[in-house]
């Protein structure tokens, strides 16, 4: 997970004092009796680089094309440094947005391709190609403005339509899946090339992605939308490690999650009751005895052995799968209760003989390791 100078440095949505830069107010979008956006509100601060994540349906590019003025909302507001957004053509906004197709001119050539929109807009001529070489070098395509769009990889037409969005200087940049077309490893490269040039530029970005790792990857803050609706904002810390429902452990990441009810609590240590045994956690107020609640616990919080393990909570099991990774091995164990579990453990320098499958084995972690989620 990487840090960002903005989320390092001030953290303006924990402190209370800056004045939101995007501002949407109970805005919902209806497709007939279909709520495709469901009464959202959102604050996004100045800087930010803000990811909207959530699986295919839920609504974050048809919130995103609401911010653009490509769609219009049903009710509610959007607010754009400090201006109200109602009634504004989309090429009156302060915005710019990419999309996933990249839709480069394909007969045009790179240094054509960024400086198109200011050309239309009537910028001289000498001033766009002056600002358009200023781009090819902060996405690192010096030599390539004579190319077409053909005789790049995806990588670079990426990084090209990046370029003709920025260069007409919008104050919010808003990007729909903009890696979804490359491949895992040049994905995983360009996320990065991606912060370092939002953070040289300062502008504010918007960018929507149905992949979690992406999201916890790029962004300052996460907002996870589910039906319509955001169901949590955070940090990417904060929605891995505290997620508020059982939805969002569930989709942020690798976790398991037991069904229980509440038995007993005492002042350090909550007893819960599920199809596995009595799992203990640290209390959590408000929780009444017999309530209904699940349980997470990420797969790299337990310990896996042979042996018994000394641990607040402690489970026997058999592997049924194991799938090595290099510096770590996903093993799947079988509880006798016939829930399948998914525990990582790191692989160690020269361990020649690791666990396997159809082996016993124990798994154990703490109190401070189970996420209690009330919903």
């Not at 009796?33 to 349906?57: K, N, P, R, T």
């Not at 999201?215 to 039906?227: E, F, K, Q, Y």
């Amino acid at each position: 997970m990487t840090e960002h100078k903005l989320a390092a440095e001030v953290k303006p949505w924990r402190e209370g004092r800056d004045k939101p830069f995007v501002r949407i107010k109970g805005i919902t979008k209806m497709f007939g009796d279909l709520a495709a956006v469901d009464d959202v509100s959102l604050d996004v601060y100045q800087g930010e680089l803000f990811c909207l994540l959530g699986g295919s349906g839920c609504g974050k590019s048809t919130l995103l094309r609401m911010l653009a003025g490509f769609e219009t909302q049903t009710s509610g507001r959007i607010e754009i440094d400090g201006q109200d957004m109602t009634g504004i053509a989309a090429n009156l906004r302060p915005t710019n947005m990419m999309f996933q197709s990249y839709a480069l001119f394909p007969h045009m050539s790179v240094e054509k391709n960024i400086a198109y929109g200011l050309l239309r807009e009537g910028v001289p001529k000498g001033e766009a190609m002056s600002r358009t070489a200023d781009m090819l070098s902060l996405v690192k395509l010096d030599g390539f403005a004579s190319r077409k769009p053909h005789q790049l990889s995806g990588g670079q037409q990426q990084r090209v339509a990046l370029a003709r969005s920025l260069i007409k200087q919008p104050k919010l940049l808003l990007l729909d899946e903009p890696l979804g077309a490359l491949d895992k490893k040049l994905r995983e490269e360009t996320q990065f090339e991606l912060i370092r040039i939002q953070e040289d530029l300062g502008v504010t970005f918007i960018v929507v992605t149905h992949d979690q790792e992406e999201a916890m990857t790029l962004s300052t803050r996460i907002g996870v939308m589910d039906a319509g609706k955001i169901v949590q904002v955070g940090e990417p810390r904060e929605i891995y490690e505290t997620p508020n429902s059982k939805y969002v452990a569930d989709f942020i990441g690798s976790v398991n999650i037991f069904d229980g009810e509440v038995d007993a609590a005492a002042p350090d240590l909550m007893r819960v009751n599920t199809a596995e045994g009595a799992i203990m956690c640290e209390p959590v107020a408000g929780l009444t005895a017999k309530q209904k609640l699940h349980i997470a616990v990420r797969p790299e919080r337990m310990q896996l052995s042979r042996t018994p393990i000394e641990a607040t909570n402690t489970m026997r099991g058999m592997v049924t799968e194991v799938a090595y990774m290099g510096n770590l091995s996903v093993y799947r164990v079988q509880l006798a209760g016939g829930q399948c579990l998914k525990v990582t453990a790191a692989n160690g320098l020269h361990d020649e003989n690791p666990i396997s499958w159809d082996e016993e084995v124990h798994i154990g972690w703490s109190a401070a390791a189970s996420t209690v989620l009330a919903q």
